[in-house]
């Protein structure tokens, strides 16, 4: 949705709220399952100061880590935000990407935030077993049968999360002594 901000500018220290929610089917590559409408609030302060907040989740499916089975994420994003109409700058002098000639997209400004907030790592289930690395099946469903008795999948975060804790012991070490 584009709000025109145009429209408040004859208004000074008024609060307007808007019903608002993500029109996207998408999230960098992750498909957005749920959108429900939150509240943004803006208001003119004066001169060409805007500030808005609000704050609002969106339900978000991605792929488990291990076994790739889609997961059912709430992801929360807040906006909090105070600009400069003209120049479209934040308190910061940072340019606000959700702001277009004037108007405000709604879209950008979900998923800038909602972005911020997407986990980095998600599994289905913290004991997922993961997949057979020789035949691809769903570990979870039971053992595949082709003879790789272990979960490779396992295995291998196993050996980089060892390989992990003896590189950051090496940083530790290297670095130098005070005296
Ligand atoms: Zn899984
Ligand atoms: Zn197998």
Do not use: W
Not at 132 to 161: D, H, Q, S, V, W
Request: charged share 30%.
């Amino acid at each position: 949705m584009l709000i025109d901000l145009s429209e408040l500018l004859p208004f000074e220290e008024r609060e307007r709220e808007y019903p608002v929610s993500y029109e996207r089917s998408r999230i960098l590559d992750y498909e957005v399952s749920e959108s429900p409408e939150f509240v943004l609030h803006i208001v003119h302060h004066r001169g060409n100061s805007f500030e808005i907040s609000g704050e609002g989740t969106l339900g978000v499916i991605i792929p488990c880590a291990r076994c790739l089975e889609p997961v059912h994420e709430t992801v929360l994003f807040a906006a909090d935000c105070a600009f400069d109409f003209l120049t479209g700058l934040d308190a910061d002098e940072e340019e606000c990407a959700f702001l277009r000639e004037g108007f405000l997209d709604t879209d950008e400004l979900i998923e800038s935030g909602a972005v911020m907030n997407l986990p980095i790592r998600v599994l289905c289930r913290e004991d997922c077993k993961g997949l057979c690395e020789k035949c691809g099946a769903n570990l979870n469903n039971g053992p595949c049968g082709c003879g790789e008795e272990t979960a490779p999948t396992r295995m291998a975060e196993a050996i980089m999360a060892a390989m992990n804790a003896a590189n950051k012991e090496k940083t530790i070490r290297q670095k130098p002594q005070r005296k």
